[in-house]
């Protein structure tokens, strides 16, 4: 009896989905075709839907990094919530948990950088500093400089703005935008697929002086800012070259080019550092944070400027014309706050560089013998498997075979969440996952390439 009621209930809540809730980035034939997944519990590092336990080496979306069902977050949410539900920062306005949450990502964060603005999402962290950069010089009286330049297959976020800065051609035609004058994108860091025969560290300045050239195109008085994910996510995890980011500093500099580093993803430590401008050696005028802020236990981010731009842009004294509702909400504050603490208490960022990082490198790394794996691409927590039709070539398959969700597909019925983009599987486990739980991500995705292989040898 419990057990049709637990099914009724189920049948009845992907009814109620399919009939209202309209997803975002989902094919509506998929919905069609089958009812949404329901998932309805998590712990550590496993989801649990309709009875069904995955471990999550995604982390959702590479965001729950202290792992989920933490009971600390939930007493730091009901807390605030019951001792300050709401309150706005506007005209000069603090709370206990924002004035505090500002303080501590300003002392994790490199020296140079001390000033915070508070959003709701990575998008509009990154639309802030859009904003940001644009006020910065138009204070500094040259308005000509309006120029962002991007990359090939960025992804900085949703809203219009970001949008634009984005690499995906569907994502600007769908809604009829046009990128215009004043955005432009240099080429990605992908040295598996655009390294031809250079070195990976002839490539990491080859790609780093394209953004030099697309400077000199425009004109340096025309140019603003450059604006990249140290790892770019949506390209599958693409691990730039050691010799890239401190050549993109060096051009920025070069030309008075502010440099923006999108840490949505790696901020908080997914790359073994706290932010990964530690990582790859560069220092950038503003940073955007998200995910890893609150483990995405709610939903916050950050914009986080450097003393210099901040001296700019409030030594004005004029009003900044921009701010949510719910910039710096207590609870949230709270909540990221208290994830920070975890952080720190059990030593997770330095358990990545010094002991997880390193393990799951070797057992990722492990999978490039593989004929389908043409590179594994690991830093920290944070990978991208790139399948290969060819090694010799690099050719890869058609992406209309689907092979990479087939891998996907045959990972997560062995109970496994990867994530394939284009041609490659992405991971980014929460930081608490184990040597035994490294072990069980490296056998299932071994089984699942070779079902798939043995697939695509029959024909
Ligand atoms: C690098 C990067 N920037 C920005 C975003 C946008 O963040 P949000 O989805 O919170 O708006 C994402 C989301 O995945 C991201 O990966």
């Not at 690991?378 to 790139?386: K, S, Y």
């Not at 599987?425 to 699942?448: Q, R, T």
Request: hydrophobic share 45%.
């Amino acid at each position: 009896m419990a057990d049709n009621k637990a099914e009724d209930n189920l049948a009845q809540l992907q009814a109620l989905d399919r009939a209202h809730h309209l997803h975002p980035f989902t094919d509506p034939n998929a919905l069609r075709a089958a009812p949404p997944f329901m998932i309805e519990h998590a712990e550590g590092c496993y989801v649990t839907g309709q009875n069904i336990r995955l471990l999550d080496a995604m982390a959702g979306l590479g965001c729950v990094n202290i792992g989920y069902g933490r009971k600390e977050l939930a007493a730091a949410a009901a807390d605030a919530m019951e001792r300050l539900c709401y309150y706005h920062s506007f005209a000069a306005v603090s709370n206990p948990y924002a004035a505090p949450l500002a303080a501590k990502i300003a002392e994790k964060s490199p020296s140079h950088m001390n000033k915070v603005f508070f959003a709701n999402s990575g998008s509009e962290a990154n639309e802030t500093l859009i904003k940001l950069v644009r006020l910065y010089w138009r204070r500094k009286n040259k308005p000509s400089k309006k120029i962002i330049i991007s990359r090939d297959y960025a992804y900085h976020g949703s809203t219009i703005a970001t949008t634009l800065l984005n690499g995906n051609k569907a994502m600007i035609d769908d809604f009829g935008l046009e990128v215009g004058k004043d955005v432009t994108h240099a080429t990605a860091p992908f040295w598996y697929r655009l390294g031809g025969d250079m070195s990976p560290e002839e490539f990491g300045l080859a790609a780093a002086r394209d953004i030099e050239a697309k400077i000199l195109e425009a004109g340096a008085d025309n140019v603003a800012a450059f604006f990249g994910e140290p790892i770019q996510g949506t390209l599958g995890a693409v691990v730039p070259p050691a010799s890239y980011w401190p050549e993109v500093e060096r051009i920025c500099r070069k030309h008075d080019v502010l440099l923006v580093t999108d840490e949505v993803v790696t901020g908080f430590g997914r790359t073994g550092h706290w932010f990964a401008q530690e990582t790859f050696g560069f220092k950038a005028d503003m940073m955007a944070l998200a995910k890893g802020l609150s483990s995405a236990y709610l939903p916050i981010s950050a914009a986080v400027i450097s003393d210099e731009v901040a001296e700019v842009i409030e030594g004005a004294e004029a009003v900044l014309q921009h701010g949510f509702t719910t910039t710096g909400h207590p609870v949230t504050a709270a909540v990221a706050l208290r994830n920070i603490q975890v952080l720190e208490d059990e030593g997770l960022v330095d358990r990545i560089r010094d002991d997880v990082g390193p393990y799951f490198t070797k057992i990722l790394k492990s999978l490039e013998s593989h004929p389908l794996v043409g590179e594994a691409r690991v830093c920290g927590l944070m990978a991208g498997i790139e399948l290969v039709r060819d090694k010799a070539t690099r050719t890869q398959y058609p992406l209309e075979l689907g092979i990479c969700e087939h891998i996907g597909q045959a990972c997560l019925v062995r109970g496994l969440i990867v994530r394939p983009v284009g041609n490659a599987l992405v991971l980014c486990p929460p930081f608490i996952i184990s040597h035994a739980e490294i072990d069980f991500i490296g056998n299932v995705l071994k089984e699942a390439l070779d079902d798939v292989h043995n697939a695509l040898q029959q024909g």
